[in-house]
């Protein structure tokens, strides 16, 4: 998991830096061009030909065929912006036997990092490292566009003749040697006895040169690009709580509305178990003692665990409890093992680590009644929410998955019945064949399939179950990867939904898609955008957006706990949630989606439990 870390972090530097170059990059200073002459001890009989502030598109071509003409050597210093917008001008001048150095990156601005910048242009543009490196001349008294007045000042053997190509016209050259006829022009390191400044420039100077070239040409096209992800993702993001605020009323509106008949079936209850010694007597000891009028049955499949559940269990000696043994094979296999085992109809799936209220079976498995009903979805809790973490966790089961199951319950496209509770007709589950191997997220799948085979798919609120949640990030990184690598794979396997003239094809793998896909995979670009505006683009607005934004989202998350039923002093960790919890879910979603492209299976697993469930659901 650090790796994938590491690796998010990386990507999103490197898009900061990418913005923050080009920034730095086109913001070139004006500076005046001009010429001097310097004092500085040269090897008599020589003149050092040094010209600054290029390459220059229009001048530097024409000094260049001056000096070949002639058959002279000069030294150019040139700045790295213009480098990166000119690399075939330098390769010339080195191909020609000439100097290259640096003055910095951007005109008139000679930094120790703007230096290094430069060097590493000059490195991608010709292959070569410069160790000559000086400022452009920054000395007004001895400006000279008069090239008979620099001649005689050149005409002291001390003295080093400076020029700036922006002014700097071919014919300076000429005249600048028929007026020093007896002089030998060459390179600045030459006339002054220098070490050669130049070397093979080396690979990762190379590559670093030409990455702040394509940051410099293509940083236009990649705000653009970024502005138009930022748009994408805020109208999104405001789409979704608007159908929060909507969609999730109207469907607890309808609930209140709409008479539910009376219905109390008997049930059979199964609870796959894989290593839920901590959780596992609480779960099978609420359901036993649920106050369902009619008779309730548990089933508890014991898949291969090595912590004692089965015996667990069995000590327990409650009337209606069968446990049975397999070896590992999935959760799955363990769920088939159950249904089949199963004496009743109405059929309650329910994980190991959760925990019943008394009602919750009776509530569950009422809205059965209406023969179109085909399955049902119970309200999730979690348990151990006392914890920054666990707080975070409850945030999002009530203003995420709980919220969402309200507005696809008014859209009637449910993708996903959770795994700790929901009742199923057995006849809707043999209609489509049992429980799936094809997905991790064998719910999500088991859903899915019975929505297109014409079952109305509903969400019972009141049948509340109280999960444990993972304690770490470890746990709850593998758990969220699970999770959102079978929702991939379910989503995939029936994609052929969406040419069908279904709801789930036509709301619910779209929604999927928008807002737990494209929506988490888009929204890191808006953080890196949002401090790129703030900090480096002297948009400070950008950073009032995100705020309101972010008021917007903390708002829809107070109503979420509210339609639940639940209190608001959890509220104040939604921010902070927002700004580090959900980097988690990034992580989870890219790296989910690359494993399901590649089809790399997963296995069941389990999170380390404390057996905290029991406790909240008192």
Known sequence: MRAHWVSLLLGLGLLMGALSFHAYATSLPDEPARADVTAEPVVRGTVALVLHGGPHPRWTPRVLDALAERGLRATFFVVGAQVNEHPDLVRRMVEEGHEVGVSGFRTGEATTLGTAFARNAVAAAANVHTGLGEPDPDTPDLHHYDTKAIADAANDPDHVIRLHEASTTPGVIGLLA???????????????????AMTDAGFGARVTGAAQAWAQHHGDELATLLNVICAIVAVFAMLRTLMQLGLAHTARRLHRVIEVKPHAPPVSVVVPAYNEAANIAAAVRSIADSEHPAEVEVVVVDDGSTDGTAEVVEALGLPGVRVVRQPNRGKFA?????????????????????????????????????????????????????????????????????????ILNALECIPTIPGAIGAFRREAVDEVGGISADTLAEDTDLTMAITRAGWRVVYEPAARAWTEVPTGVRGLYKQRYRWSYGTSQSMWKHRRALREDGRMGRFGLLYLLVFHVVLPVLAPVLDVYVLYGAFVADAPWALVIWTAFLAVQTASAGYALRLDGESLKSLWAYPLQQLVYRQLTYIVVVQSLVKA???????????????LAEVAAR
């Open 334 to 406: 363990a769920l088939n093992a159950g249904i089949a085992l199963a004496r009743h109809d109405a059929l309650v799936l329910v994980d190991g680590d959760t925990v019943f209220e008394p009602d919750t079976v009776s509530k569950v498995v009422r809205p059965l009644g209406d023969t179109g009903v085909g399955a049902v979805s119970g309200n999730v809790k979690v348990a151990n929410r006392n914890g920054l973490l666990g707080r975070w966790q409850h945030l999002e089961y009530c203003a995420g998955s709980n919220l969402d199951r309200q």
């Open 597 to 611: 492209l590649h089809g790399t299976p997963l296995k069941w697993q389990t999170a380390r439990r404390s057996g």
């Open 178 to 196: 028929d007026e020093l006829p007896d002089r030998r022009f060459t390179t600045l390191t030459t006339a002054t006895g220098r070490s050669a």
